[in-house]
């Protein structure tokens, strides 16, 4: 096919553009960002509390109403006690988190970068895994009794799991090419490591984390329970055994909106992190 030669537009004559008037191609993805979008869902879920509350179709007695649960959470503020739990819970998770996403990470490096290293390890976390941290709470007592120790440990054996494994599998999916690069460059082991293998387990170390916490925060319910003194879960307890079940609904809020901010944090970390990254989300 032979096409008409361009034309040059005559000195002087400013050059018109036009506007291609073809219809914008249907888009595939998700669409664009919503804002605040992570509050619809739990706002949605407050509302269908409180109009089920209103309407009497949800029994007080099953579950407290909306306006009940609040005014129980300002008197608890009011007398300190919310506060003064809520402390001990977060340094329990804090320091149970942390330990577990050390213990996981070091070993996800070690079983990852070694075959030897896969072989001593990753047997042993695999059958952690198909064992629950709750279940070895019984051995956990007779180890550490039923002090602070015990309810660190715990939380931490249900939050390196999920660091380890998908640690583990982020660098074993690190593309051979970077690799073979990296030797071409007679990179040293520890540039190595800094340019290729932690940015290449970066998303999946991310990814870990959110299950990470979200494993602390069920490991903390449950060791709160037990022979607690304090602590959010502690409050529950203690007010099962009286039937206050406003109160127990004020623990469960506060555990939700832990998780809610928890998980959210990360978020935003992975998306700082990993904006270099070109996604669907």
Request: aromatic content about 8%.
């Amino acid at each position: 096919m032979i096409t008409p030669p361009e034309v040059a537009p005559p000195e002087g004559k400013p050059v018109e553009l036009t506007v291609d008037q073809r219809p914008l191609a249907r888009k595939l993805g998700p669409g664009a960002p919503i804002r605040l979008s992570g509050l619809i869902g739990p706002l949605l879920l407050l509302g269908a509390w409180f109009l089920a509350s209103w309407s009497g179709v949800l029994d007080p007695r099953i579950l407290s109403e909306p306006w009940t649960v609040w005014s129980t959470a300002r008197e608890l503020i009011a007398d300190g006690r919310l506060q003064d739990n809520l402390k001990v819970s977060a340094e329990r998770a804090t320091y149970g988190l942390a330990l577990g996403v050390v213990v996981g990470l070091l070993l996800a490096l070690v079983s990852g970068l070694s075959r030897f290293g896969e072989a001593v390890i990753d047997g042993p976390v695999q059958i952690k895994r198909a064992i629950p941290s709750l279940a070895l709470i019984p051995l956990l007592v007779l180890w550490f009794g039923i002090g602070e120790n015990m309810k660190i440990y715990t939380i931490a054996l249900g939050a390196f799991v999920p660091i380890y494994l998908q640690t583990h599998s982020a660098l074993r999916k690190i593309d051979l090419r970077y690799v073979e690069l990296a030797q071409t460059v007679d990179l040293s082991r520890t540039d190595f490591l800094r340019r290729v293998v932690l940015p290449g387990a970066l998303p999946g170390f991310l990814l870990g984390l959110r299950f990470a916490v979200t494993g602390a925060w069920i490991s903390l319910v449950v060791v709160e329970q037990i022979n607690a003194t304090s602590g959010i879960g502690y409050m529950m307890e203690l007010a099962r055994t009286y039937g206050q079940t406003e109160i127990i609904v004020v623990g469960l809020v506060v555990y939700g909106l832990l998780g809610l901010l928890s998980d959210g944090a990360v978020r935003l970390i992975e998306r700082r992190a990993l904006r270099w990254q070109r996604t669907l989300g």
